[in-house]
Structure formats: C-alpha cells, structure tokens
C-alpha cells in the first residue's frame, strides 16, 4: 500500500491521560498535515511540515498538542492532559505540491 | 465568518437528478480551489480541482469566479453512489494554507 496510513485507528482514553499518533506519509511527499474533524465540519487545520521544518501552526493547538516529524518522513501528533474536547478525528494528509492524500485518520475518544 | 463557507444541506435528490454546491471564499490571496468528497466515517479524497476556465470531468462541472469569491460544483444525473459530503478547500498562493469549507452533504434517493 503506497497510500497515508495512520495508527491507531481508534483510540479510547481517559480524560488526563497523554496519546500520541503517528502518520506514515506517501514517501516521495515532503509536506505533511495534520487536521482535526469534528463530526458535521471540515478538517479544521493543527500544523504542518516542510521536511522536518514544522512551518505553521494553528491557534486551536494549544500547549497540550504538539507534533514532530524528526526525519522528514513519518510524523507523530501528542496531546498530552487530554479533555474531553479533544474527541474529534485526526486527520493526516500528505502533498507533493497542492493536492492533498488524505490517511484513514485516527478517531479519538475521550472519556 | 469563517474563510470558506458552503451550503450544510443536506441536499436530499432523487436519482437521475442535477444538483449544485455553492462555495464563497472570504481570503483574496487564495488561488487555488479543490472539491472533495468524504463518504461517511472515511478520509476525504480528491474530487476535482477547480479552474477559472471551468473545468468537466464526466458529470461534473467546477467552476471558479474570482471576482465574486465564489465556486461551484454541479453534479449531473446523480447516482446513488453520489451520495456523500462535498468539501470545497482554497489554497494560498503558496501552496502552503488549505482552508476546508464544512462541506455540503447530499443523498441521493432512489
């Protein structure tokens, strides 16, 4: 499979409790995103990576949120003290120059 | 007001039928436009891209006016198979920002 693959798929955690994602992006792609869906809106922007760079970030990423990508392929997304807000879909999406492949997402809970 | 901004619908046709999706876009440094559609519990994919010239691919038609900030998909002769949620998304110049719209959903009714 050569498409954006993310894991877990699914995660149920416990308010307070840290998690991280990962994304594996289509290899030949060197800008990778991150976006949070929540159910009856669009991908709403977190961040985004040039290679390793990590150029932009959203005002919704808070200090509980942050993402590398350290060797300019796959890229993980930690939200640590989780709330009960942070349920929503994570959605990564890679890009050779304007079109963005989208992974399966992550769909996170928080109880 | 939120950058990009469509329609929520839903928009309930029967099969057969001819449907348009409006897109307003509120950012003048967007230059590219793109539609997506997301089936439901799954990650969106790329539809068509969206051009001022306007653009055909099969049943479906984009189109772009610059000077009203505005995009349009028209789906002709819908399936069953249409049935989803259509995001329109505006890039900036650089190819940097993509901006999601909330989408517009549509079920088509046998």
């Known amino acids: 499979d050569t498409g954006v693959s993310q894991d877990p798929r699914h995660k149920i955690t416990k308010r307070g409790q840290n998690v991280t994602f990962r994304c594996d992006p289509i290899?030949?792609?060197?800008?990778l995103y991150w976006y949070r869906q929540t159910l009856g809106q669009g991908p709403e922007f977190l961040t985004y990576?040039?290679?390793?760079?990590?150029?932009?970030k959203s005002r919704l990423l808070s200090d509980r949120f942050s993402a590398e990508r350290p060797k300019g392929s796959f890229s993980t997304l930690e939200i640590q003290r989780t709330e009960q807000g942070d349920s929503a879909m994570y959605l990564c999406?890679?890009?050779?120059?304007?079109?963005?492949?989208f992974g399966p997402g992550t769909r996170l809970t928080v109880t | 007001r939120k950058e990009v901004e469509q329609d929520p619908g839903p928009f309930n046709v029967p099969e057969g039928a001819t449907v348009a999706f409006n897109c307003t876009y509120s950012?003048?440094?967007?230059?590219?436009f793109f539609w997506y559609r997301q089936d439901c519990r799954k990650e969106p994919k790329l539809l068509m891209s969206?051009?001022?010239s306007g653009n055909e691919d099969g049943r479906f038609t984009a189109q772009l006016n610059r000077a009203s900030q505005y995009i349009s998909l028209l789906i002709r002769d819908s399936k069953l198979s249409d049935s989803a949620t259509y995001l329109c998304?505006?890039?900036?110049?650089?190819?940097?920002?993509?901006?999601f719209g909330p989408g517009t959903r549509l079920s088509v009714l046998p």
């Open positions: 998304v505006g890039v900036d110049n650089y190819g940097q920002n993509f901006v």
């Open positions: 290899s030949e792609h060197n800008r």
């Open positions: 969206v051009y001022s």
């Open positions: 999406a890679s890009t050779p120059l304007s079109e963005q492949y």
């Open positions: 990576f040039q290679n390793e760079a990590q150029l932009e």
């Open positions: 950012n003048s440094a967007s230059q590219s």
